[in-house]
């Protein structure tokens, strides 16, 4: 393999640019704050209703309650559902902590069922086998932005008292077969994390549904089970997306249709370079890129390269030395983890998870990333495996 020393007067490319996204957005973001500043409606300002009506709008629902986190968002819509110890709960393996430990609160048992190994989401058959009398939900992930088969997990779960929960933290936007993330299921749950594709400035997050009632148990939820004040009927959580947060996304939500536009153009274009650069293979061994799956309308929160013959960690490290940012997501499948050692998952007991967690390198895709800034991470892969390298000039 090719391993050339770095320039040292090379410009990095980072994973994720964070502040170049929001440079553009700066005077407006901070005006409208600080408005927020001087009203002191800090919680329940009229943004965080205005960003309800974008997010179900855009998710094609009838409403959408905000919230802190996304991963407060997936533990609501469980405890909205009173699912409890005895029940079970579908989810992947393949995924952010969050999509489990949300299960692990409301002390119902972890079903975990491997994934489809193209797509990186749950796989229909794998659900189709795990469900049992005691399934309560199914908890599919948009996985790195692209839709999992809502179409088959949907008829899986009909008629049988089992809710879906999208878990559409990473894929705002998106669709499958036309119809938008977050209106498949009986809930969507979105994430505002910085580095989303809808990302705010520190946590939030939102759950989008068709069900007035549903919606109005999740909010009873998020406030204590208070209703009137210091009346509790449950004992809820308390989990609010204030004003500042829900200001400063409802500019940058008038952006988001751009936003992924420009991620699927770098998506395209990294497509063609690889392609052209003559290292992709159909080789297990070989250098794989992401699959789009022909119903779905992908976001792309993250590029997916799948490096095989054990060469992933080699490549990042190359890739770290030409100063060039790459991401591991996940290097540690869920039921692998030490804290869910005794529900007694084995090694190959999810072979595609396991496999995946071994192979996949994330490169940057952010919507700002620019032509010559991709030109240079194709090239420092084509170099690692002394391919035919493309010009380092965009």
Not at 87 to 104: G, K, L, R, W
Not at 228 to 239: A, D, K, M
Request: with cysteine; aromatic share 8%; proline share 5%.
């Amino acid at each position: 393999m090719m391993n050339p020393q770095p320039s040292s007067n090379i410009e990095p490319v980072a994973l994720l640019d964070v502040g170049r996204g929001n440079q553009p957005l700066r005077d407006e973001v901070l005006s409208a704050i600080a408005e927020v500043y001087d009203s002191g409606r800090f919680l329940f300002g009229p943004a965080v209703s205005e960003l309800e009506q974008a997010v179900a709008e855009t998710c094609n629902t009838k409403t959408a309650v905000g919230c802190a986190s996304g991963s407060d968002a997936l533990l609501l819509a469980l405890m909205a559902n009173d699912i409890g110890p005895g029940d079970e709960v579908i989810v992947p393996s393949f995924t952010f902590f969050a999509t489990a430990s949300c299960v692990t609160r409301v002390g119902a048992k972890l079903v975990f069922v491997d994934i489809d190994p193209q797509t990186y989401n749950l796989s229909p058959e794998a659900v189709a086998n795990a469900i049992t009398p005691r399934t309560r939900a199914i908890i599919p992930v948009h996985l790195f932005g692209q839709s999992a088969a809502m179409d088959e997990i949907t008829r899986l779960a009909e008629g049988k008292g089992i809710s879906v929960i999208e878990d559409a933290a990473q894929a705002i936007g998106a669709a499958y077969h036309g119809r938008p993330v977050g209106s498949w299921g009986q809930c969507g749950c979105i994430s505002f994390y910085p580095t989303k594709n809808l990302g705010g400035i520190g946590d939030g997050g939102m759950l989008s549904t068709n069900s007035e009632s549903f919606a109005d148990r999740v909010r009873l939820c998020a406030s204590h089970g208070m209703r009137p004040r210091y009346y509790h009927s449950i004992v809820g959580i308390n989990s609010r997306l204030d004003t500042i947060q829900a200001t400063a996304l409802v500019i940058k939500m008038r952006h988001l249709n751009r936003y992924s536009q420009m991620r699927r153009d770098n998506a395209q274009r990294y497509m063609q370079m690889f392609q052209e650069a003559g290292i992709v293979s159909e080789s297990a061994d070989g250098v794989q890129l992401p699959y789009q799956d022909p119903a779905a309308l992908h976001v792309w929160n993250q590029f997916s390269l799948r490096v095989g013959g054990g060469q992933r960690d080699a490549l990042r490290e190359h890739l770290s030395q030409q100063k060039i940012g790459s991401e591991i997501y996940y290097p540690i499948p869920l039921h692998q983890q030490e804290c869910y050692a005794d529900l007694g998952y084995g090694a190959g007991s999810l072979p595609e998870t396991e496999r995946a967690a071994k192979e996949i390198l994330h490169l940057p895709i952010y919507p700002e990333l620019t032509e010559q800034e991709q030109t240079r991470v194709v090239a420092a892969v084509a170099a690692y495996y002394g391919a035919n390298s493309i010009s380092s000039a965009a």
